[in-house]
């Protein structure tokens, strides 16, 4: 007697489900795990001939085999682990100034200040380092005005200025995370870590740094990827020898047209990504979902 | 059978805005609402009370269409409305939360079933202006929702409801919210909001102080069902059992067996021996386990033994003072180390008591009542 | 440490020391941009030559300035264009997602949830040469088949909007759905109870509540396609959009005229952070 409404209910909430789901299926299939697959099958194979192609390991072997890829996939890797440890060394004490030693208002508009230059494009902040680090810049300037140097310093095309450049562009990703779970630290865990007699040393290791873990770990994911995948950074500031990963990959599709090359190196640093992604998680033990919301 | 009996009797009163018929909710093995019947007059106040957890939401929920019966019928001025849904129901909704839309101001919240039901938009402001007139908050209308007090917010919340004029005005503890002060007022303008607009009221909640302050009729929900149904007056003084006299009100419980019975009094004997005379409405064999309930209020309080014969009469020690003004209360303990709470009079007699004297407490047999031990053992009062 | 916590001097001090120059790191490259757009100079570095306003009205070369120059300007337009587009189409899957995510339940719905958060780790080089490589797939799928050219499925802008849309997709739905999981569903049941059908009470009752976060993720959306330049580098065809435009002209080394284009992003993103902070203001409490 009963039964019919609910049944008409029912198919309404299926309809509306199939709705909802029908949009997010065809975007991560279309842009994300068929793109995915196609570029595995693509630096699987060979071209014969004129459009004629065979499976092959060869884009692989060839990345094992010659030195300049082999090298420029672990520096890329070193130096982004690098500039994520160093963000996150530099960003830790200026998130926890933020959190926890202001408050009220300064605490938000110095807040709102760490996020200003991340609201400007990527290419205008390197600009920026570029004007500052070039012969011609100001801090050449400053030093041969300061008597530090007699002639024009060249400071650009070097691996502290990609340095620099990759640690000034990940900041923001780095201090948001950290400043919003260290706010949501209630300041008396800190006063009772002290009251039962903690150091100011042991109190951050025992209590503000677990409780930081999913902010630290956040932050440090998406620095790491963004680092890794930057193209602009490394090449502005680094020059034509900077041998970043990414620049590869450019060539190798864009320059040189070999396709299958570059989708196997694509696949590699896809692979060493998620890799170094996975052990960060399984070392502190968070979960990717928690951690990316 | 009795589906259709029920049936025809509705039909014979045409004065019940909304009945149910043996409704039933089941989440699982879990029975929520257990076959429920009742029938509400046009224009009361009627109450559903009971612990959390019995399942008065549930049966709330199912009369605003939220939720579909696994059987039975409900029927709003006569009709089934188990095949509405609830945005065609007569019946509106006073929310727990209340539910108000902060994105709207309140005359906007206010107009927002005017809106649905398609009255034309000239008429929305004299409505408006008339219901908020009702609820004491005239010119509020442009206020934004943030900006009202708890006790606005939920006079919002039901002239949101009261203009459209339901049939049936469903209230969800709305009162949980607010601190004890305004809860204590808020009591009195819903009872007078339902005088004014003459709408049945259905509330429910866990609070007995607020269901018994409001309601025409008080329906005591446990487990599904309803224990029993009647006025406040009735709940309190002729509770029909051992739950509807724990659940409502304040008792002191005192077990022990039934020795004898004739008429409506009973003899008990208390595991030490002390015999004791109730009140008892059913039938109980001798040597039955029983509970008895006595309330603070009807026990006698004195120095001396007293001198008129008294049907019940213990001599206690004083364990501890409870001063609560008009409130106050004492707490005593038996030769058998029962406590009892006993309400204690401010008058000057009482001043100079303390810890550890020893009084006496009496009350006659007529003031309190015995009910037998169920098989499983009875829910403590909130 | 905390302020209720006493602490030296020299640390207190110290550490606004280190907070004051963390700062100075932060805001300096920008002011210096900003600083050399008024050189009177063909190049942006020193010496100062004096203040001009050639870099913005500058009417012919070599001296051309931001809004004379045609080629830079196209590009701010294509920008745009590709910016709204993506906008639009993220935000509407976005809520969709938001909804599906907060409201039902269904088997898979944690894989799916870890699916959706995917675009995030995939480097943005890699996602760009991946729809690449997939769209021209397809378009020679199509032209083997069928003899016919798909023309939109070789790099260009439809690439391009299509690979910023992939990943812009995911950063809306999250913020959309963390807004909509503190909506109180009962409003709804309240919008229903009060006569509005379910897709009424959804629109005049949720989707007002969550125009805060839409708003919001409209602008993050919009200001991430304008910047994006990693996927869009791949995806780029015969249109350039701004980024492309002002990294070729870095490259060549370029006039003060890039700095004056800084300064219009800068001034455009203030003012869009600006709206967005104003949009989630009334509900601060």
């Known amino acids: 007697m009963s039964g019919e409404p609910g049944n008409v209910n029912r198919t309404q909430y299926r309809l509306g489900f199939w709705l909802l789901l029908a949009p997010i299926v065809l975007w991560l299939s279309l842009l994300i795990i068929l793109p995915h697959i196609d570029m595995v099958l693509v630096s699987l194979r060979e071209r014969i001939a004129s459009r004629q192609y065979g499976f092959s390991l060869s884009n692989y072997t060839a990345f094992f085999t010659e030195p300049l890829y082999w090298n420029t996939f672990v520096r890329t890797a070193v130096m982004s682990v690098i500039a994520t440890l160093l963000t996150l060394i530099i960003?830790?004490?200026?998130?926890?100034?933020?959190?926890?030693?202001?408050?009220?208002?300064?605490?938000?508009?110095?807040?709102?200040?760490?996020?200003?230059?991340?609201?400007?494009?990527?290419?205008?902040?390197?600009?920026?380092?570029?004007?500052?680090?070039?012969?011609?810049?100001?801090?050449?300037?400053?030093?041969?005005?300061?008597?530090?140097?007699?002639?024009?310093?060249?400071?650009?095309?070097?691996?502290?200025?990609?340095?620099?450049?990759?640690?000034?562009?990940?900041?923001?990703?780095?201090?948001?995370?950290?400043?919003?779970?260290?706010?949501?630290?209630?300041?008396?865990?800190?006063?009772?870590?002290?009251?039962?007699?903690?150091?100011?040393?042991?109190?951050?290791?025992?209590?503000?740094?677990?409780?930081?873990?999913?902010?630290?770990?956040?932050?440090?994911?998406?620095?790491?990827?963004?680092?890794?995948?930057?193209?602009?950074?490394?090449?502005?500031l680094g020059g034509k020898d900077s041998l970043w990963f990414t620049e590869q990959i450019y060539t190798q599709f864009i320059t040189r047209f070999n396709w299958e090359q570059g989708a196997a190196f694509g696949i590699l640093l896809l692979v060493l990504s998620s890799l170094i992604v996975w052990l960060g998680l399984k070392i502190t033990k968070q979960s990717f979902t928690r951690v990316m919301s | 059978m009795t589906d259709q009996a029920f049936a025809s009797g509705v039909d014979a009163e045409v004065q019940e805005d909304l009945a149910c018929a043996l409704l039933s909710k089941h989440f699982g093995e879990f029975a929520a609402v257990d076959g429920v019947s009742f029938s509400i007059p046009r224009g009361a106040f009627f109450s559903i009370l009971g612990p959390?957890?019995?399942?008065?939401?549930?049966?709330?929920?199912?009369?605003?269409?939220?939720?579909?019966?696994d059987s039975g019928?409900?029927?709003?001025?006569?009709?089934?409305?188990?095949?509405?849904?609830?945005?065609?129901?007569?019946?509106?909704?006073?929310?727990?939360?209340?539910?108000?839309?902060?994105?709207?101001?309140?005359?906007?919240?206010?107009?927002?079933?005017?809106?649905?039901?398609?009255?034309?938009?000239?008429?929305?402001?004299?409505?408006?202006?008339?219901?908020?007139?009702?609820?004491?908050?005239?010119?509020?209308?442009?206020?934004?929702?943030?900006?009202?007090?708890?006790?606005?917010?939920?006079?919002?919340?039901?002239?949101?409801?009261?203009?459209?004029n339901p049939a049936v005005l469903l209230l969800?503890?709305?009162?949980?919210?607010?601190?004890?002060?305004?809860r204590e007022q808020m009591k009195i303008e819903l009872k007078r909001l339902q005088r004014e607009f003459n709408t049945t009221f259905v509330y429910i909640t866990h609070d007995q102080s607020e269901a018994m302050v409001m309601s025409d009729q008080v329906a005591v929900m446990n487990k599904g069902r309803f224990e029993q149904v009647g006025t406040p007056q009735e709940l309190y003084y002729q509770p029909k059992t051992a739950f509807v006299a724990s659940f409502v009100g304040d008792s002191n419980q005192y077990a022990g067996t039934v020795q004898a019975q004739s008429g409506q009094v009973v003899?008990?004997?208390?595991?030490?021996?002390?015999?004791?005379?109730?009140?008892?409405?059913?039938?109980?064999?001798?040597?039955?386990?029983?509970?008895?309930?006595?309330?603070?209020?009807?026990?006698?309080?004195?120095?001396?033994?007293?001198?008129?014969?008294?049907?019940?009469?213990?001599?206690?020690?004083?364990?501890?003072?409870?001063?609560?003004?008009?409130?106050?209360?004492?707490?005593?303990?038996?030769?058998?180390?029962?406590?009892?709470?006993?309400?204690?009079?401010?008058?000057?007699?009482?001043?100079?008591?303390?810890a550890g004297r020893s009084v006496y407490v009496s009350w006659q047999a007529s003031q309190c009542l015995c009910f037998p031990v169920s098989p499983e053992p009875a829910e403590a009062a909130q | 440490m905390i302020p209720s916590i006493a602490s030296s001097r020299f640390f207190r001090m110290s550490y606004l020391g280190y907070v004051t120059l963390f700062f100075i790191f932060l805001i300096t490259p920008l002011v210096v941009v900003a600083a050399f757009s008024f050189n009177d100079s063909l190049f942006p570095s020193l010496p100062w030559n004096g203040f001009t306003w050639d870099w913005y009205f500058g009417e012919g070369e070599p001296r051309l300035g931001l809004f004379h120059d045609e080629a830079l300007l196209d590009s701010i337009g294509v920008s745009v264009q590709v910016a709204a587009v993506t906008t639009l189409a993220s935000l509407a899957l976005a809520t969709c997602n938001a909804f599906l995510f907060e409201r039902e339940q269904f088997p898979g719905k944690n894989f799916l949830y870890v699916l959706m958060l995917m675009p995030l780790v995939v480097p943005g080089v890699i996602l760009g040469v991946s729809i690449l490589v997939f769209s021209s797939t397809v378009a020679n799928w199509f032209e083997v088949q069928f003899n016919y050219e798909i023309e939109a499925l070789r790099p260009g802008l439809l690439l391009v909007?299509?690979?910023?849309?992939?990943?812009?997709?995911?950063?809306?739905?999250?913020?959309?759905?963390?807004?909509?999981?503190?909506?109180?569903?009962?409003?709804?049941?309240?919008?229903?109870?009060?006569?509005?059908?379910?897709?009424?009470?959804?629109?005049?009752?949720?989707?007002?509540?969550?125009?805060?976060?839409?708003?919001?993720?409209?602008?993050?959306?919009?200001?991430?396609?304008?910047?994006?330049?990693?996927?869009?580098?791949?995806?780029?065809?015969?249109?350039?959009?701004?980024?492309?435009?002002?990294?070729?002209?870095?490259?060549?080394?370029?006039?003060?005229?890039?700095?004056?284009?800084?300064?219009?992003?800068?001034?455009?993103?203030?003012?869009?952070?600006?709206?967005?902070?104003?949009?989630?203001?009334?509900?601060?409490?």
């Open chain 2, 172 to 182: 969800d503890e709305p009162l949980g919210a607010l601190d004890l002060k305004l």
């Open chain 1, 91 to 236: 960003a830790f004490p200026v998130s926890f100034y933020i959190a926890k030693v202001l408050t009220g208002r300064p605490k938000i508009a110095l807040f709102i200040l760490c996020l200003i230059p991340f609201w400007v494009s990527e290419l205008v902040r390197t600009y920026g380092w570029m004007i500052l680090l070039r012969e011609t810049g100001l801090i050449s300037g400053a030093l041969q005005w300061f008597g530090l140097a007699d002639q024009p310093v060249e400071m650009l095309y070097n691996d502290v200025a990609i340095m620099v450049g990759l640690i000034y562009t990940s900041m923001l990703f780095m201090v948001v995370p950290l400043v919003t779970t260290l706010d949501s630290l209630d300041n008396s865990l800190i006063e009772a870590g002290y009251d039962l007699g903690g150091s100011s040393l042991h109190v951050m290791k025992s209590i503000v740094i677990p409780h930081a873990m999913p902010g630290i770990m956040s932050g440090c994911i998406v620095v790491f990827m963004l680092t890794l995948g930057n193209y602009l950074t490394p090449t502005l």
């Open chain 2, 52 to 69: 959390s957890g019995c399942g008065k939401t549930t049966l709330l929920r199912m009369l605003a269409g939220f939720q579909q019966p």
């Open chain 2, 267 to 354: 003899t008990i004997v208390t595991e030490h021996g002390v015999r004791l005379l109730s009140y008892g409405s059913q039938p109980m064999p001798s040597g039955s386990p029983v509970t008895l309930f006595i309330r603070p209020e009807v026990m006698q309080i004195s120095t001396s033994q007293p001198v008129t014969e008294q049907d019940n009469c213990l001599k206690v020690t004083i364990l501890r003072m409870l001063f609560d003004g008009a409130h106050s209360q004492v707490q005593v303990e038996t030769a058998e180390r029962v406590v009892l709470t006993v309400a204690l009079p401010q008058t000057a007699d009482f001043q100079a008591l303390e």
């Open chain 3, 161 to 285: 909007t299509l690979g910023q849309f992939a990943f812009i997709t995911t950063i809306a739905t999250l913020v959309i759905s963390a807004r909509l999981r503190k909506f109180d569903i009962t409003q709804e049941e309240a919008a229903m109870n009060l006569g509005a059908s379910r897709l009424t009470a959804i629109a005049t009752v949720t989707v007002p509540f969550l125009k805060p976060a839409l708003l919001g993720a409209g602008v993050v959306a919009f200001l991430m396609s304008f910047e994006n330049f990693n996927t869009t580098l791949m995806l780029v065809g015969s249109d350039a959009p701004l980024t492309i435009a002002m990294f070729d002209r870095l490259r060549e080394g370029s006039t003060p005229v890039l700095n004056a284009v800084s300064v219009l992003l800068m001034v455009g993103s203030a003012c869009l952070a600006l709206v967005s902070m104003f949009a989630q203001r009334p509900d601060k409490h």
């Open chain 2, 73 to 164: 019928d409900i029927l709003i001025k006569g009709s089934s409305v188990l095949h509405t849904p609830p945005n065609k129901r007569p019946v509106n909704m006073v929310f727990q939360h209340l539910a108000l839309f902060p994105t709207m101001s309140v005359a906007q919240n206010i107009a927002y079933g005017l809106k649905r039901k398609g009255v034309p938009k000239r008429e929305h402001a004299s409505l408006i202006d008339e219901v908020l007139a009702k609820v004491q908050l005239p010119g509020y209308g442009d206020k934004r929702i943030d900006q009202l007090s708890g006790g606005q917010k939920q006079r919002v919340a039901i002239a949101r409801c009261l203009v459209l």
